[in-house]
């Protein structure tokens, strides 16, 4: 496999309860693969990838490990991606560029 759609993989590692959910995250445009702002929830994923999202009220920015075919345990899921520090907070009174 050498990509898989943004909501499975989204969904698989367990980031969002539902496969839809995580598609709608997508859709709004509040998912950044590689720094640019994904809109289309069937995105390809491959390791290596950098994504920031929202989960909640926290923002989370992870690289992509491995890919998987189904949705696994927890430590399964852990294993296929890991955590970066999040980018920080936009200021919203920085000049516009």
């Not at 989960?55 to 998987?68: M, P, Q, S, Y």
Request: proline share 9%.
């Amino acid at each position: 496999m050498d990509a898989l759609r943004m909501d499975k993989w989204l969904w698989f590692v367990r980031f969002f309860k539902t496969r839809s959910l995580a598609a709608s995250v997508i859709q709004a445009g509040e998912v950044r693969l590689n720094g640019r702002v994904v809109v289309k929830a069937s995105q390809g994923l491959k390791p290596g990838d950098d994504l920031v999202f929202p989960t909640g009220k926290r923002l989370r920015r992870v690289t992509v490990l491995g890919l998987a075919d189904h949705r696994g345990s927890a430590p399964e899921a852990q294993a296929l991606y890991r955590e970066e520090e999040p980018p920080p907070p936009e200021d919203p009174f920085a000049p516009c560029e």
